[in-house]
């Protein structure tokens, strides 16, 4: 055999080489194993962080802009329809400090009725009542286009809650991400309008109403829950309240709502009458 030709100084050489990898070898096992616990334990402290960051980035509220919502390039948002259809028009948003681009007004036999409302306003909710269907019927036909400018003059009137600002950024919330959504929600917050003289409605109960109104999106929520669309809606209705209102015959500002023109002729009829309106209608366009 190999090891009966080895000296013995060389099988005790051998002997303490084979124990030096022996020990090398346990030192490495015991390293490793000290390496892989905390790591372990990172890995899952880790991954809650990160699962901690996923929950809390989609709660969390969308921020605030001062920027105007897409769709609502004039400050408010034009419908337009043919066929059976009424379809919300596409636009950019106003930019943060700039101001809005009117939508022209033109003589083409049809009825361009344009509103300025709070889904606040117990005066507006009757107009819609009473008229909304047939607003609707008139512009799916093609014979009126409709132009919804959200705006909140009633804060003093539900507590300290802001309820009419928070009630319009919803509109505000709806064009942006939704548009086609926004007619349904408008009149959701209408059929649900709270009385005056309480606190409104909560953020998470607007959500709700625009779910009840038939949309689900998410960033429609976090927009409603962090009222993103502050800043623009008091800019807007400052604009209102205190500008000539665009392609108004009248050339005033808004004074309460709704204030309601038809081809830049202001109705200042009854608001429960249907047959009023649509009398009012008619003889705009028959000049």
Request: positive net charge; charged residues 15%; contains cysteine.
């Amino acid at each position: 055999m190999p090891d009966e030709r080895l000296t013995k100084n060389d099988k005790r050489e051998r002997a303490r080489e084979a124990a030096r990898i022996a020990r090398e070898k346990q030192k490495r096992a015991e390293n490793l194993r000290r390496w892989l616990i905390p790591t372990s334990v990172t890995v899952v402290v880790l991954a809650i962080a990160a699962i901690v960051v996923l929950v809390v980035s989609t709660s969390a509220p969308a921020p605030q802009t001062a920027a105007g919502p897409k769709n609502m390039i004039s400050d408010g948002i034009l419908f337009t329809g043919s066929g059976g259809a009424m379809t919300a028009t596409t636009t950019a948003a106003i930019k943060a400090k700039s101001t809005p681009t009117p939508n022209p007004l033109v003589s083409d036999g049809v009825a361009h009725i344009v509103t300025y409302v709070d889904f606040s306003c117990p005066a507006c909710q009757s107009f819609e009542a009473a008229n909304s269907a047939n607003i609707k019927t008139l512009v799916e036909k093609g014979a009126a286009t409709l132009e919804v400018h959200p705006i909140a003059i009633l804060d003093t009137h539900y507590l300290t809650s802001k309820y009419s600002t928070r009630s319009n950024n919803v509109g505000a919330c709806v064009a942006n991400y939704a548009p086609g959504n926004f007619y349904a929600v408008m009149q959701q917050l209408y059929t649900d309008q709270p009385t005056e003289g309480t606190s409104g409605l909560t953020n998470n109960q607007l959500v709700s109403e625009a779910h009840k109104a038939g949309l689900t999106n998410g960033s429609v929520d976090k927009c409603i829950t962090g009222v993103s669309f502050q800043p623009w809606v008091t800019a807007a209705t400052a604009r209102a309240l205190n500008n000539p209102l665009p392609n108004s015959a009248s050339g005033a500002a808004v004074t309460g709502t709704p204030t309601i023109l038809v081809n830049g002729q202001s109705y200042t009829g009854n608001f429960k009458d249907p047959s009023a309106f649509t009398t009012f209608v008619q003889k705009v366009l028959a000049g």
